[in-house]
């Protein structure tokens, strides 16, 4: 069994503040080593349900925060970024029988995590088809794309619950709570416990049954705090302007609108 494991930081047991999340911060560390843990905790899952081969994304900022020692041996780590439209699941393609996503975070404007974006603190609502567009609904549908089918989520509770519709087979862990700029967070070595649970159960599925079926048409609407960001983005091809503070993209060509995010956020 072939397994993709794309994995973020905002989303693990314990980042609150944000420079637990940002290398050379005195923070940082720890929470590197909990991401690395969660990683690890997916990928011995994955294993006890039948994986022998895994690529894990390092999702997060410059793809430099897994460390690889800790890895089991199937394993190899995507680090860094090539600048593709893939971008959060570099790697992902025609082949692997499921993804998975470690560490993921709400929406921009969520309540649920201080911590919560998409792509960038630039924005104050991202819309995809009218829902809220969290990073990992563009990448779980991303991996659908290419016929992967996405069977397990952790990060933040309410990410997990705004996502269960998204893929009919998606099992789910929470590794924390919050409410504006607090968390209330899962003991670290249990959301580990968790996910090591949850992969295996998810792999176990009938895996047949978890592809989702993406929509034909694709309307994206990105807010950005300063009304100047919005004039600038608005140049690239094929975006209007809502507002003074929106610009908005229609395609039927989920490519075409992964091409874009790189240079809209």
Not at 183 to 189: A, D
Not at 249 to 258: I, K, N, S
Request: aromatic content about 10%; some cysteine; proline content about 4%.
């Amino acid at each position: 069994m072939r397994v993709f494991i794309s994995a973020d930081i905002e989303g693990t047991a314990f980042t609150t503040i944000w420079p637990e999340t940002d290398h050379g911060e005195e923070e940082y560390p720890a929470a590197a080593r909990q991401m690395t843990m969660e990683v690890k905790a997916a990928c011995e899952g994955a294993i006890a349900a039948g994986a022998d081969y895994i690529v894990v994304k390092d999702a997060h900022d410059g793809g430099r925060n897994i460390d690889l020692n800790e890895m089991p041996k199937c394993v190899e780590v995507i680090r860094a970024s090539n600048g593709s439209p893939r971008t959060m699941v570099e790697g992902i393609e025609a082949g692997f029988d499921a993804a998975m996503f470690i560490g993921y975070h709400s929406a921009a404007g969520k309540i649920g995590n201080p911590l919560s974006h998409t792509f960038t603190t630039k924005t104050t609502r991202v819309l995809l088809n009218g829902e809220d567009c969290s990073e990992f609904m563009i990448y779980s549908w991303c991996a659908a794309y290419y016929g992967v089918p996405t069977v397990f989520l952790s990060g933040d509770k309410m990410l997990t619950e705004d996502s269960a519709h998204l893929h009919p087979m998606l099992k789910t862990v929470w590794a924390k709570d919050g409410y504006g700029g607090y968390t209330r967070c899962r003991q670290p070595q249990l959301v580990c416990d968790l996910i090591r649970q949850g992969t295996e159960e998810a792999l176990k599925q009938d895996l047949s049954k978890a592809m989702c079926e993406l929509p034909k048409h694709f309307d994206l609407q990105i807010s950005y705090k300063e009304h100047r960001d919005a004039a600038r983005y608005v140049n690239y091809p094929g975006f209007e302007m809502v507002d003074s503070h929106t610009i908005r993209m229609q395609t039927d060509d989920y490519y075409e609108f992964l091409r874009c995010v790189p240079f809209v956020f």
